[in-house]
Nanobody
Framework: VQLQASGGGLVQAGGSLRLSCSASEYIFRLSLMGWYRQAPGKQRELVANIGTGSTNYADSVKGRFTIARDNAKNTISLQMNSLKAEDTAVYYC??????????WGQGTEVTVSS
C-alpha cells in the first residue's frame, strides 16, 4: 500500500502550507483518512481526520487547519494557515479501517520559523 505525501517545507510563522496525500482507489474509498504529526521528542499525535461525511481536528489546530477529501483524485489535503512554531513536525498521512488495517505514509517535514 502506498500513501504518497507531499507539500512540506519551511515557512515563517503566520504563513501557510498545503499538504497532500494520495492513495490507491480501493484503500481511499474504504478508509478513514487522516494526518498525524510527530515533533522532536514527542509522541505522534492526530492532527485531523476525515471520513465520508465528517471531520475531526485536534484542538490545537481548530480554526487554522482544514482537511479535505477529493474522491475523484483519491487524495486528501491539509490546508495549514496561521502556522506557529509549535506546528513544526514531521506530518504523516494515515489510512485506517477498523479491524482491518492502519497504513502510514513516509512523512513530510514542516518547519515553521519564528
Amino acid at each position: 500500500v502506498q500513501l504518497q505525501a507531499s507539500g512540506g517545507g519551511l515557512v515563517q510563522a503566520g504563513g501557510s502550507l498545503r499538504l497532500s496525500c494520495s492513495a490507491s482507489e480501493y484503500i481511499f474509498r474504504l478508509s478513514l483518512m487522516g494526518w498525524y504529526r510527530q515533533a522532536p521528542g514527542k509522541q505522534r499525535e492526530l492532527v485531523a481526520n476525515i471520513g465520508t461525511g465528517s471531520t475531526n481536528y485536534a484542538d490545537s489546530v481548530k480554526g487554522r487547519f482544514t482537511i479535505a477529501r477529493d474522491n475523484a483524485k483519491n487524495t486528501i489535503s491539509l490546508q495549514m494557515n496561521s502556522l506557529k512554531a509549535e506546528d513544526t513536525a514531521v506530518y504523516y498521512c494515515n489510512a485506517f479501517r477498523y479491524r482491518d488495517y492502519d497504513y502510514w505514509g513516509q512523512g513530510t517535514e514542516v518547519t515553521v520559523s519564528s
